[in-house]
């Protein structure tokens, strides 16, 4: 199993970071683009002024490759406080290498409390992905309720 590792994105490395954030909105298909090609996404600069967001590459340990990338932040619908997966996204080529399963046991265990993650809507895919993470790191101790799995850790 290759081991990963989460690096958190620099102010310099941001233009990295927003490009597959594009790749990863596009994938989603749920926005419109923009008259430049670009989908909106207005929080992106808040990643970098904010205390309570945090950008992450998922890099391979031996390598430092990048595999993708997750965004956590305290904003939430249900908890009063806790942490929130924003955005997260492995890059196609380290899918079902178990590199999803180990970005989020990595921030599940660097922010530990309330958790809520919503998968996002159209995408079976990403709901099967975060039902069988979350419940097995949680072993099947989270709930479901109006489309977001929320969990103690």
Request: glycine content about 6%.
């Amino acid at each position: 199993v290759m081991e990963i590792k989460l690096e958190l994105v620099k102010e310099e490395e941001k233009e990295i970071l927003f490009r597959l954030l594009q790749y990863s909105l596009f994938e989603e298909n749920i926005k419109e683009m923009n008259e430049e090609g670009i989908f909106d996404y207005p929080w992106f600069d808040a990643y970098f002024t904010e205390k309570d967001r945090y950008a992450f590459f998922i890099k391979e340990k031996e390598s430092d490759s990048l595999a993708g990338f997750v965004m956590v932040n305290s904003y939430l619908q249900k908890f009063s406080e806790g942490h929130s997966i924003a955005e997260f996204m492995v890059i196609p080529g380290y899918r079902r290498k178990k590199v999803g399963k180990q970005a989020a046991y990595a921030c599940f265990d660097r922010f530990k409390g309330n958790w809520e993650v919503s998968p996002a809507k159209e995408s079976s895919q990403a709901y099967y992905f975060w039902k069988h993470v979350i419940g097995e790191y949680t072993n099947d101790s989270y709930q479901w309720e109006d489309g977001i799995f929320l969990f103690h850790c």
